[in-house]
């Protein structure tokens, strides 16, 4: 079966701070991979998808960025944070065709000081 | 483009009582429809789908939504609340032409059940 593994779950992180969150899947080969932000009661924001290695398209523009170097790997990151980028990072991943239903990791809690 | 409307970002019920989450969506081709829910701090959960066929679909948890075409509209419904329905939940849609790269989120409803 399918498994996603985001890590880490919880971030605590100056203003101007690196950051990195690692997201992996196993189980499947090839998928769609996806961050999404959660800010508080804002819903849930596309941030970046990846349907290849190497292959990122960014939906919002922003001082992060996203990397998917391994078939399975997808990674998020950031030179310098900004308070306004504290949320719940949420990874996702999908099948090739199919029906589009997205399979979430546990997500990553990032509290911006 | 897609989009999809939530109406009412918390909806309270007492247990037992029927739960309804409204779901719109706009589309500009035959969609794919998701409904998510989510616990706090964790992902979402896939609930239901509706992709092709029957317009009822049944998901995990005793919950239901009905595709009315007429009315654009993806409604969640269960019969009766239970204390561990509380959450939040989403409405999707997938674009369904090649099974879409991305699914468009609704702002979500908070569930709340009250004794």
């Known amino acids: 079966s399918q498994t996603i593994h985001q890590w880490p779950a919880t971030l605590v992180q100056p203003v101007g701070s690196p950051l990195s969150l690692e997201c992996t899947v196993e189980g499947t080969s090839n998928p769609n991979l996806y961050w999404y932000r959660q800010a508080a009661g804002r819903g849930l924001q596309l941030l970046f998808y990846?349907?290849?290695?190497?292959?990122i398209s960014s939906e919002v523009p922003q001082n992060l960025s996203a990397s998917r170097p391994q078939d399975r790997q997808f990674i998020l990151s950031s030179k310098k944070l900004l308070l306004s980028d504290s949320g719940f990072y949420l990874c996702?991943?999908?099948?090739?065709?199919?029906?589009?239903?997205?399979?979430f990791g546990e997500g990553s809690r990032l509290t911006v000081l | 483009a897609q989009s999809v409307t939530q109406l009412g970002s918390h909806v309270s019920v007492s247990e037992g009582a029927l739960v309804l989450l409204r779901c719109n969506y706009s589309s500009s081709v035959p969609p794919y429809l998701f409904w998510y829910v989510q616990y706090p701090n964790q992902g979402l959960q896939l609930l239901l789908k509706?992709?092709?066929?029957?317009?009822l679909v049944k998901g995990i948890n005793g919950f239901e939504a009905e595709f009315k075409k007429s009315e654009t509209s993806f409604h969640l419904t269960k019969p009766s609340a239970h204390m561990s329905d509380a959450a939040e939940y989403f409405c999707a849609v997938s674009d369904r032409a090649g099974g879409g790269n991305k699914l468009t989120f609704g702002t979500g409803t908070q569930l709340k059940v009250e004794l």
């Open positions: 509706y992709t092709t066929g029957a317009t």
């Open positions: 996702a991943w999908r099948g090739r065709g199919g029906t589009g239903e997205l399979f």
């Open positions: 990846s349907v290849g290695i190497g292959q």
